[in-house]
């Protein structure tokens, strides 16, 4: 079994199934927007911990772009250890980008 296909089939039932929380795709290209000027003005606020990979923010983050992607996609997944928590699995992520920036290639 590809472990891959369960990461999508949670996300895709908890897209399906959210009551809270929806996606604005008119405001997409705005926020995309935002995102480029902050990228480009080198500001890394969410990072107060040192937990996440935005090393290239300064050249508009694409392999920081990647990592949230992965992260954000992992993160909606079940937690298959106990002791295993947000902090962990983003730093394994940023490891992993850091030793080599094609771990997360298609």
């Not at 080198?42 to 508009?60: L, P, Q, T, Y």
């Not at 996609?73 to 699995?89: I, Q, S």
Request: hydrophobic share 40%.
């Amino acid at each position: 079994t590809n472990p891959l296909r369960h990461i999508r089939t949670s996300c895709q039932w908890v897209a399906n199934n959210a009551q809270h929380v929806t996606i604005q795709n008119g405001l997409i290209s705005s926020f995309a927007k935002t995102i480029i000027h902050q990228s480009r003005a080198n500001i890394v606020e969410w990072d107060a911990s040192g937990w996440h990979f935005c090393s290239d923010v300064s050249v508009c983050g694409p392999l920081t772009a990647q990592y949230i992607f992965v992260l954000d996609a992992l993160n909606f997944c079940f937690w298959p250890c106990d002791g295993f928590e947000y902090d962990n699995m983003a730093i394994a992520l940023k490891d992993a980008l850091v030793k080599d920036d094609s771990s997360f290639s298609a």
